[in-house]
């Protein structure tokens, strides 16, 4: 009876690369790995890329649950013991190699084909028990749906939103005006702030470190608690947003001015700038660095980094030490440092004296694990690439007196299994969303040209 009621989710070799720790996360259900599935990860285990550490670390995760089991237990299956728990679940291993009495939908020259077929013998052999494939490869879903498998799936336990839309924005603008809206107020101060403690039914589902803006009374304020009935706010007001400053450089809006006030709270470690190209975040994120390293000293050194397809493959064959060698994948920051210095006597001096004052690092992402960061500015650009485990990889690598800024534009994502609602940076996004210490801000509209603003909207 319990194997009509349990699904086998059959997986693919993406899935364990895109989260290493994937067999823990379907519970009481079964759980298939093709013999296919390990020769692929034996192959890119030694493979001098970023994934060699996602392939090994499934490995061990499958070595571990299997070292006691008998040649029979592995086939017929194991439970599945995760922290010294039981799932419910069991895990076996299905040899797919010699089940020549298998149904054949593809020749078994690919390790997709072999796998697929795989999918389809045990749909057949466990009927009436759903078998489902789980892959993160569309063509490989489309192929398996062709070929006559009833369920195939994306994997989506690392999802947490149903389309990009929903993801938060760090804001919520008041329609009409703000006051009117408001039941009850107490106003207090704290040293020289001024906060308002109220119920509103404008306000919904406030979070900390959520800016609430009302461009009609031009209120804008942020959320610093909220408790059963009432939201306590910090009134920023609108003017004292858009005079701020971070080594000369000026909000052009009020998003902007959200995100430098954001950069420039020492009470927020972690602060998430999403948007589209041309929008500032690299260059707010680097005035508000300098800003904090150099002219007020909050922090010793600016580390910055960046995750690129080509990176592990590639860097290794550009000349020089590991800050020349990222020099052009991070050459965005560069180039921020020239506009930030362009009226500058010497522009090419200002910036080469700035990289040695703040002690601008430039690191790979490769490079960074295993490491403790101290009271530095990190700033990791373009982490829309990179998945919910690399970016928990890289953010645990911060420690006291550590600020991180995580930048990107989930329209330009490069990895082949990542999509706008998978991607680290919107798991990172919604999952600090409660964590008084981190603060996200979408960042509307573009300000680089109007150019960049028209082939953002129409292209």
């Known amino acids: 009876m319990m194997d009509v009621v349990r699904k086998y989710y059959l997986l693919d070799t993406n899935v364990l690369l895109h989260e290493p720790l994937a067999i823990y996360s379907f519970q009481e259900h079964n759980v298939v790995i093709p013999m296919t599935v390990l020769e692929e990860l034996d192959r890119i285990k030694d493979r001098q890329k970023d994934v060699s550490r996602d392939a090994r670390v499934a490995i061990r995760c499958l070595e571990k649950i299997f070292q006691d089991a008998s040649s029979e237990q592995i086939s017929q299956g194991v439970a599945i013991d995760h922290k010294g728990m039981l799932l419910g679940g069991m895990i ?3 040899a797919d190699h010699h089940a020549s ?25 466990k009927a009436p028990a759903k078998v489902v494939l789980v892959t993160k490869d ?38 009409g005006a703000f006051w009117e809206n408001i039941k009850q107020c107490e106003t207090f101060n704290r040293g020289e702030d001024t906060y308002h403690q109220l119920t509103s039914d404008k306000i919904n589902d406030p979070y900390p470190n959520q800016y609430i803006v009302d461009d009609k009374s031009q209120f804008v304020g942020k959320v610093t608690d909220h408790l059963k009935d009432n939201i306590e706010l910090l009134d920023i007001g609108f003017e004292r947003l858009m005079g701020q400053q971070a080594w000369g450089i000026s909000p052009k809006n009020i998003y902007q001015g959200m995100a430098l006030n954001a950069l420039l709270d020492p009470t927020v470690d972690l602060v998430i700038l999403t948007g589209p190209a041309g929008c500032g975040k690299t260059l707010l994120a680097v005035a508000a660095a300098l800003e904090l390293v150099i002219e007020k000293k909050q922090y010793d050194k600016i580390i910055v980094t960046r995750n690129t397809p080509d990176v592990a ?25 020239e506009v930030l210095h362009k009226n500058d006597n010497c522009s090419a001096s200002s910036v080469n004296y700035i990289m040695d004052k703040a002690n601008i690092q430039f690191k790979s992402v490769n490079f960074m694990r295993g490491r403790s960061i101290q ?28 600020k991180i800024v995580c930048s990107g534009n989930l329209a330009q994502i490069d990895s082949n299994y990542l999509t706008p609602v998978t991607s680290g940076l919107t798991y990172i996004v919604e999952r600090f969303k409660q964590f008084e210490g981190s603060a996200n801000i979408y960042l509307n509209g573009v300000i680089r040209s109007r150019l960049a603003e028209f082939a953002e909207e129409h292209l």
């Open 92 to 94: 076996s291993i299905f």
């Open 101 to 125: 009495f298998m149904q054949e939908a593809f020749s078994e020259d690919e390790p997709d084909n072999r796998i697929i077929n795989a999918a389809l013998y045990l749909q057949q052999s």
């Open 138 to 175: 569309i063509n490989m879903r489309l192929k398996a749906k062709g070929a006559g498998l009833k369920c195939v799936e994306d994997y989506r336990t690392d999802q947490l939103i149903d389309d990009v839309h929903l993801l938060s924005k760090g804001y919520q603008e008041v329609e």
């Open 313 to 337: 493959e590639n860097i290794g064959f550009l000349p020089g030490t590991e800050e020349e060698k990222m020099m052009p994948w991070l050459a965005s920051v560069t180039d921020t440092l």
């Open 375 to 402: 009271n530095s500015f990190v700033l990791l650009d373009e982490c829309q690439n990179l998945t919910a485990s690399q970016l928990k990889t890289i953010i645990t690598r911060c420690g006291e007196g550590t």
